[in-house]
């Protein structure tokens, strides 16, 4: 089975990751991937192997939490017949499967000293025994690991080896979490919900405006991951049809409460760029309306009877819907209004630059892409020259 991985993901933080993820790949060094669950660290560490020069031979992801701690050396290195009861043969090891190849050790914080101590000798020397022998064997397979704990806490706790800890975290990668990486949230939700209309052949009416920006609003505490099943199961519990934030909100809440989480605001200074950001996309949408019911209350002298200004009449939903679709609906005219994820990101572009006083810098800090991918899309969009708002209702 061979497919090509992609680790997507355009915003700054994630271009600057793949490019060190790709720099490692050609080397032999052994990666630490940290990043909070969700995030993407097995997939992270998949792209590393399938560009290495290892990616025709195996790639062995073991996730240390799940494997119960008496077995897991012999998962690991494998063991001989008659070592314990129930060795009813010999058994080959993860290390073994990955010669030559990769070895993944996911949730490495979970792993109990004892087991440590041999992964170090691994690591060090490609030597180690199976259980139940003394012959020492040889393994040439590149180890990538992966926490979403404090490993340094960790030492500091003395669950983990300082000497393990120093020897695997000579390159760390850290992902960010989903709600630092800005408009990625959109380009990943595109993605998945392509896959997931083809494994459902259900055909998806897209999002509305509003529940687009709550998507980006969103705290996502299980990251990625997370993203990938809430689609899921928007697309079949919902059968396909538009995404309003109403339905959105019912998910998000339904999921939260049936997980137990709750939001946590963080602290750090992209988190509180992220919620100016979304505070200033929901100000935008405030201000939206008011001119809308401005709009309505000029034209009350022609055409039909409008309603009064003090009760405005349901929004005309707006919403972004994939670039993947063929045509834009021809009952536009009767139904909502349908945008497309350029005209909702070139709508994000010009309020970040507004807000930011066209400051380059600090619009792409706020949108979390990079600069050069901020003038490049300027560009596309033809936001360069204009008054800063840029963009027309
Ligand atoms: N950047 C990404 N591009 C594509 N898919 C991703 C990305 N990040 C995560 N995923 C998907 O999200 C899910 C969780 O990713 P995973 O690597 O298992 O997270 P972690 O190991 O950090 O818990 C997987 O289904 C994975 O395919
Ligand atoms: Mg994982």
């Not at 609003?217 to 997370?226: D, F, K, S």
């Not at 991918?373 to 209702?393: Q, V």
Request: hydrophobic share 35%; net charge negative; glycine share 8%.
């Amino acid at each position: 089975m061979s497919r090509t991985i992609d680790f997507l993901g355009e915003s700054a933080p994630i271009q600057q990751l793949k490019h060190l993820a790709l720099q490692v790949a050609g080397t032999e060094v052994t990666v630490l991937i940290t990043g909070e669950t969700g995030s993407g660290k097995e997939v992270l560490s998949r792209f590393i192997h399938e560009n290495s020069r290892r990616s025709h031979k195996s790639f062995v992801p073991v996730n240390c939490g799940a494997i119960p701690t008496g077995i897991l050396e012999s998962e690991l290195f494998g063991h001989e017949k008659g070592a314990f009861t129930g060795a009813v043969q010999n058994r080959k090891g993860y290390f073994e499967s990955a010669d030559h190849g990769t070895i993944f050790l996911d949730e490495i914080g979970e792993m109990p000293l004892e087991t440590q101590v041999k992964l170090l000798r691994v690591i060090e020397t490609g030597e180690y025994q199976r259980v139940g022998s003394s012959e020492t064997v040889y393994t040439d397979a590149r180890l990538i690991a992966a926490t979403n704990r404090n490993l340094q806490q960790a030492v500091a706790e003395k669950s983990f080896r300082e000497d393990l800890y120093f020897r695997l975290h000579s390159v760390e990668l850290h992902i960010p979490p989903l709600r630092e990486r800005g408009g990625d949230i959109l380009i990943l939700a595109e993605h998945f919900i392509h896959q997931f209309e083809r494994k459902h052949t259900i055909s998806f009416e897209g999002f509305t405006n509003e529940a687009g920006e709550m998507l980006l609003r969103y705290n996502w505490p299980g990251n990625v991951r997370e993203l990938k099943n809430l689609l899921e199961s928007l697309l079949i519990l919902e059968k396909g049809k538009q995404i309003t934030s109403e339905i959105l909100d019912k998910h998000l809440v339904q999921r939260n409460r049936d997980k137990g989480l709750v939001h946590d605001p963080e602290k750090s200074e992209k988190n509180e760029l992220n919620l100016i950001y979304n505070s200033l996309i929901k100000l935008h949408h405030e201000i939206n309306e008011i001119k809308q019911l401005l709009h309505h209350h000029e034209n009350m002298n022609e055409g039909p009877p409008k309603p009064p200004l003090l009760l405005p009449p349901p929004l005309p939903e707006k919403g972004w819907i994939r670039n993947s679709r063929p045509h834009r609906p021809e009952a536009v005219e009767t139904g909502p209004e349908i945008r497309t994820l350029d005209e909702l990101e070139k709508k994000a572009i010009a309020d970040a630059l507004e807000a930011c006083n066209g400051n380059k810098r600090r619009t792409a800090k706020v949108l979390g892409i990079n600069e050069r991918t901020l003038y490049r899309k300027i560009g596309k969009y033809g936001l360069g020259n204009e008054d800063s708002t840029g963009i027309s209702d």
